[in-house]
């Protein structure tokens, strides 16, 4: 996708389409912090200007619900508006299967820049505090879409060499920074469970603490590499800081 990812390109997509997947047991599963299981209809397709979308639909793999995704030369997200405080941030859960990576990719690199998996995370914040490229960047968006960017974007990304707890930042914005929680090949076409202490890790990345989160989404893109990447999301769930545990 160009490496400007989900909240710069999604944010200049076409309307967001409900997915047919909305009442599906994946979309049923997934629970962010007040919301109920009541909610599914909130997760959007995101089309971008000029590629391929991504073809997702609901799936049942190796007895889980999941969402199912194929990149051909491909991009587009599939998001869930949000709202939760800062004060409220507390774990997320999410799950993926990839089978194989994207020999040819590196997250790093403007040209390059695929991914078999992406869990994304926008948050506001001060935006006095942002540089006058991203001020620009930020505005040209609003003037295109009527949305801004994100003053924070978190990646949670699958990294082809670096190791877990590396950083990796957007080559076109500093405000898009990937987290790497899984690397190389040893991991393959299995599911991997992961929860995350999303203050805590967006703390470590950008280094101030949060602000609300705005937006959570899913992204497969194989479009700068001309390849073919398939993948599997488990349902995501977000706990709130006060609350009681997730079943």
Known sequence: ????????????????????????????????????????????HQKLPGKTPV???????????????TAVAAASVVRHRVRIEPDEL???????????????ADMAL???????VRVILAFEGDRRRLSARDTMLSDLMRTLTGEEMPYATLMYVWCNKR???????NPRTDRIRKLVVESGSTRLDRWLDYERDVR????????EPPGALVGIALMTDSDNTRTTTRAWYGPLRMQSASADPLP
């Open 1 to 44: 996708m160009g490496a400007v990812a989900i909240w710069l390109a999604g944010c200049a997509s076409t309307p967001g389409a409900v997915l047919p997947l909305s009442n599906s047991p994946w979309a049923q599963a997934s629970l962010f912090a007040s919301e109920t299981p009541s909610a599914p209809e909130l997760w959007e």
């Open 55 to 69: 073809q997702f639909h609901s799936a049942r793999v190796d007895g889980r619900d999941a969402l199912a995704a």
């Open 163 to 169: 190791e877990p707890g590396s950083v990796i930042h």
């Open 90 to 104: 507390g774990s997320l859960r999410f799950s993926w299967k990839v089978p194989q990576l994207i020999a040819s």
């Open 200 to 207: 805590a890790d967006y703390e470590r990345v950008f280094g």
């Open 110 to 116: 403007r040209d390059a820049d695929d991914s078999p």
